[in-house]
Nanobody
Framework: QVQLVESGGGLVKPGDSLRLSCLAS????????MGWFRQAPGKDREFVAS????????HYGDSVKGRFTISTDYTKNAVYLQMNLLKPEDTAVYYC?????????????????WGRGTQVTVSS
């Protein structure tokens, strides 16, 4: 059974940084497109970032471009999300995901596995 386990969330102040981690089991991140979604209270799930294994390409949601960076470590079978210059509007539960092959990374319907999520709260 595939498991994606996130960690690294917490309460931070605006302008701070956080690094989220996702450890995968029964799935190899070196042969899957991986990514992050987030969901704020009362809002739909939002695409944050993706890493495509076929060409090491990355893609980011408009609201996080230039501030967030997705990366992988194949030796640890892990995916990371480095979040800099955090804003209050980044407050959400962040989910690590894997994608179905060949599907657009922008849509939650393209996801075949979800982690349980980790809470990120940005507040002064």
């Amino acid at each position: 059974q595939v498991q994606l386990v996130e960690s690294g969330g917490g309460l931070v102040k605006p302008g701070d940084s956080l690094r989220l981690s996702c450890l995968a089991s029964e799935l190899s991140v070196s042969s899957r497109t991986m990514g992050w979604f987030r969901q704020a209270p009362g809002k739909d799930r939002e695409f944050v970032a993706s890493f495509r294994w076929t060409d090491d390409s990355t893609h980011y949601g408009d609201s996080v471009k230039g501030r967030f960076t997705i990366s992988t470590d194949y030796t640890k079978n892990a995916v990371y999300l480095q979040m800099n210059l955090l804003k209050p509007e980044d407050t959400a539960v962040y989910y690590c995901v894997s994608y179905r092959s060949g599907k657009s990374v922008l849509y939650s319907t393209s996801v075949d596995n979800w982690g349980r999520g980790t809470q990120v709260t940005v507040s002064s």
